[in-house]
C-alpha cells in the first residue's frame, strides 16, 4: 500500500459523467483521495455523505475531494444524484487505480482507505478501515483545523 511520505501514483480514470480526470492535474492543491468499496451501500454512503457535509469548507481551504471505487460510470453518477454529491467519484471498473494504491481487496472491490495529499502529491496520512466517520474526521483535521 502506498504509505506516507510517498508520492501519490499518478493515474487517470473516468468520473461518474465519463470525464478523464487526472490525480496530478490537482497538484499544488492539497487532496483528500478516498477509496470505498461499493457505491450507494451504507458505509459508502455514510461516509460520501459526510465528505458532502463539509465540502465547502474543503474549498474554502482550496482542498479538492476524490472518491474512488470499482464501479462503473453509472453506478458512480446514480450514486452522486441520488445524494447530491458535489465531488467527483471515480470509476475504477479496471481496478488498476485501487491496484496501484495497494487498497484491492480480496474480494475485487477496493478497501476503505483515505489518502490524505499534500500540495506536492506527497501522502501525509493514510486512514484505513472502518468506521467510515473517521475518514472525514481525519480529513477535517488534518485540512480544516486552524
Known amino acids: 500500500m502506498v504509505a506516507i511520505g510517498d508520492t501519490a501514483p499518478d493515474f487517470e480514470a473516468p468520473?461518474?459523467?465519463g470525464r478523464a480526470f487526472r490525480l496530478s492535474s490537482l497538484r499544488g492543491s492539497p487532496v483528500v483521495l478516498y477509496f470505498?468499496?461499493?457505491a450507494d451501500t451504507p458505509g459508502c454512503?455514510?461516509?460520501a455523505k459526510g465528505f458532502q457535509s463539509e465540502l465547502s469548507d474543503f474549498a474554502a481551504k482550496g482542498v479538492h475531494v476524490i472518491g474512488v471505487s470499482v464501479d462503473d460510470c453509472p453506478a458512480q453518477k446514480a450514486f452522486a444524484r441520488k445524494y447530491g454529491l458535489a465531488?467527483?467519484?471515480l470509476a475504477d471498473a479496471s481496478k488498476e487505480v485501487a491496484g496501484r494504491y495497494g487498497v484491492l481487496g480480496p474480494r475485487g472491490s477496493a478497501r476503505r482507505v483515505t489518502f490524505l495529499l499534500g500540495p506536492d502529491g506527497r501522502v501525509e496520512e493514510v486512514v484505513d478501515g472502518s468506521p467510515p466517520e473517521k475518514h472525514v474526521q481525519r480529513a477535517?483535521?488534518?485540512f480544516l483545523a486552524a
Open 15 to 17: 468520473d461518474q459523467d
Open 36 to 38: 470505498y468499496p461499493a
Open 45 to 47: 454512503t455514510v461516509e
Open 87 to 89: 465531488f467527483p467519484l
Open 140 to 142: 477535517r483535521a488534518r
